[in-house]
């Protein structure tokens, strides 16, 4: 079933709706993404039912969300018994993932019972959220050894990553929201594209396209609109690079973009709290609820 959904994924738009389904749900993988978009894709707040159950609320027979949960096996350590040996401490125990099967989560609109409390909401996305935001993707950026450099550029781009030189650089003339989205779209780079990674060598379309993603991912997430227009190559990049099996390529490109829009997600919030602003709804798609962490996480096919 997940094959046949990302064969489906030939429009720009198909693609924008799922990165809308990625900033709501940050903590799912791109497969259980495409399960919840097909199956629910006003879905807003999800979460099992023993989840749900902590809050008070209780959830509707026969509108459960299905998804892949992982099976894990708990494993002991080679290294670990060996360090602890016969009369040490007990060896560290680590889990693999052996398998999958079917669980369910509900949204927030398949569950009743008391209110409760959500979380707080932004009124209207103001410059404060902006400058705030490009400051933590800055943070990030110098989390992977690259500067940010705000300049005049003569060639009238937004913006490029220097790989040598580890500089990231955002041309003058864009305003806060533009420059925040080259911004993100250029740590996208740093994050999936680097020289000394096997994605690096990707086609040039393809690398623009992903991390047009994951700028529009994020952006997404608080609320801000984007200006790309890549998308809507996205099948024919995929078709360029695997004339056979073109849905690989998706299915590949959906699995980068998913896991580093999570992360940036993940940092984004957490510098947004520290620094008093309150996070807002994602609000390209109707819904009136944060989505906060699900407990559960998919796999990542």
């Known amino acids: 079933m997940l094959d046949a959904e990302v064969r489906k994924l030939r429009s720009g738009s198909d693609w924008s709706n799922l990165l809308e389904v990625a900033a709501l749900h940050p903590t799912y993988g791109f497969g259980n993404l495409m399960l919840i978009n097909l ?9 099992r039912a023993d989840a749900w159950a902590r809050l008070g609320r209780q959830v509707k027979t026969g509108q459960a969300i299905k998804i892949l949960t992982p099976i894990r096996s708990r494993t002991t350590s080679p290294a670990a018994v060996e360090s602890a040996g016969e009369a040490g401490p007990a060896a560290d125990v680590e889990q693999e993932v052996i398998g999958f099967r079917v669980g369910s989560v509900y949204d927030v609109s398949a569950t009743s019972g008391p209110p409760i409390s959500y979380p707080y909401l932004v009124a209207n996305t103001g410059y404060a959220v902006a400058r705030t935001l490009w400051e933590g993707l800055a943070r990030e950026a110098a ?3 690259f500067a940010v450099d705000v300049r005049p550029l003569g060639d009238g781009s937004a913006g490029f990553t ?3 030189s580890r500089r990231i650089v955002v041309a003058d003339h864009l305003n806060d929201f533009r420059a925040i989205e080259r911004l993100a779209h250029e740590v996208g ?4 594209h680097s020289p000394d990674q096997g994605d690096g060598k990707a086609c040039t379309g393809l690398r623009e396209v992903e991390a047009d993603s994951v700028a529009y991912a994020v952006l997404a997430r608080y609320g801000i609109s984007s200006e790309t227009r890549s998308f809507s190559y996205l099948a024919g990049w995929a078709k360029a690079a695997d004339p056979d099996q073109p ?3 998706i299915k590949a490109t959906g699995v980068r973009v998913t896991n580093t829009s999570r992360r940036l997600i993940e940092s984004a919030d957490e510098y947004l709290k520290v620094h008093g602003v309150m996070l807002g709804p994602v609000t390209l798609r ?3 609820q944060l989505s906060p962490s699900p407990e559960l996480d998919g796999p990542v096919p």
């Open 162 to 164: 220097d790989f040598d």
């Open 189 to 192: 780079h740093v994050r999936m």
């Open 143 to 145: 989390a992977d050894g």
């Open 247 to 249: 849905a690989n390529v």
């Open 39 to 47: 199956q629910m894709p006003d879905a807003t707040w999800v979460a």
């Open 286 to 288: 109707p819904q009136d």
